[in-house]
C-alpha cells in the first residue's frame, strides 16, 4: 500500500473549517484514500473514504486531486470535540484487510 | 449495534500470568483484527481474522496467542509478557478484507500493563 505524509500538527479556530492535508504520491489506480480519527485514550473511529470522486458525510467532506497524489479532510465547522489524531490511509482493494497507520496529524481545535 | 466490545478496560499482570483480552461485535461483521498502540504512537497491526481463520500475522511474538471462536468473538490470550508489551491493545472488526465497504469500528481497547 503507498505511503502517506501529514504534517504532524495542526491548529484550527472553533467554528471555523479545517483543512488537513495528505500526500500520497505514490498512490496506484486501485488504491483507496482512508480517514480515521483517534481522540485522546478512544479507539480510533472511521471519518470517510473515496478513490478519485470527492466525498461528503455528516462528519467531513473529502476533496481528492485529480491526479489523485493528494487529498484534505474538510471538517467544515470544528468544535473542541474535533481534537484529535487525524489519519490518513491508502487502502488497495481487495488486500486482504491490513490497515495501516501512519503517523498522522494532530489537530488542536482552539476556543 | 455499531460498537465493538473489548473486555476489560484494563489489565495490569504480572511476567508470569496468564489472561486473556475479549473482543465482541455483533454486526455481522466476518473481519476481526488485534491491535496494539504504545504511548503517542499511531496503532500497528498485529493480526487478521477473516471468516474465523487467521490470515495474518505481523511476525508477532508468540507469548501473543489471538484466537476466534465465533465469528462474534476475538480472543487474545498473553502469556510470560514483558514489560514493553505495556500498551493499548484495539480490536477492531469490519464487514469483509477485501472489498470497498472496508470501514473498520474499533473497540475503546484494553490498557495493559505489565509489572
Known amino acids: 500500500d503507498a505511503k502517506t505524509t501529514q504534517p504532524p500538527s495542526m491548529d484550527c479556530a472553533e467554528g471555523r473549517a479545517a483543512n488537513l492535508p495528505c500526500n500520497h504520491s505514490?498512490?496506484?489506480?486501485?488504491?483507496?484514500v482512508y480517514w480515521y480519527r483517534q481522540i485522546h485514550s478512544q479507539g480510533p473511529q472511521y471519518i470517510i473514504h473515496?478513490?478519485?470522486n470527492n466525498e461528503t458525510n455528516e462528519m467531513a467532506s473529502l476533496i481528492i486531486t485529480e491526479d489523485r497524489k493528494s487529498s484534505t479532510l474538510i471538517l467544515p465547522h470544528a468544535t473542541l470535540r474535533d481534537t484529535a489524531v487525524y489519519y490518513c490511509i491508502v487502502r488497495r482493494f481487495g488486500n486482504t484487510g491490513k490497515l495501516i497507520f501512519g503517523q498522522g496529524t494532530t489537530l488542536q481545535v482552539k476556543p | 449495534d455499531t460498537e465493538v466490545t473489548q473486555t476489560p478496560k484494563h489489565l495490569v499482570m504480572g511476567m508470569t500470568n496468564k489472561k486473556s483480552l475479549k473482543c465482541e461485535q455483533h454486526m455481522g461483521h466476518r473481519a476481526m483484527y488485534w491491535y496494539k498502540q504504545k504511548a503517542k504512537k499511531p496503532p500497528e497491526l498485529m493480526f487478521v481474522?477473516?471468516?474465523?481463520?487467521?490470515?495474518i500475522n505481523e511476525s508477532v511474538p508468540s507469548r501473543f496467542s489471538p484466537e476466534c471462536p465465533n465469528s462474534s468473538l476475538l480472543n487474545l490470550h498473553l502469556h510470560a509478557l514483558q514489560p514493553e508489551d505495556s500498551a493499548l491493545y484495539l480490536c477492531a472488526s469490519s464487514l469483509g478484507t477485501g472489498g470497498r465497504d472496508t470501514e473498520a469500528f474499533f473497540g475503546q481497547g484494553t490498557r495493559l500493563t505489565v509489572v
Open positions: 505514490t498512490i496506484s489506480g486501485n488504491e483507496y
Open positions: 473515496g478513490l478519485k
Open positions: 481474522y477473516s471468516y474465523e481463520k487467521l490470515s
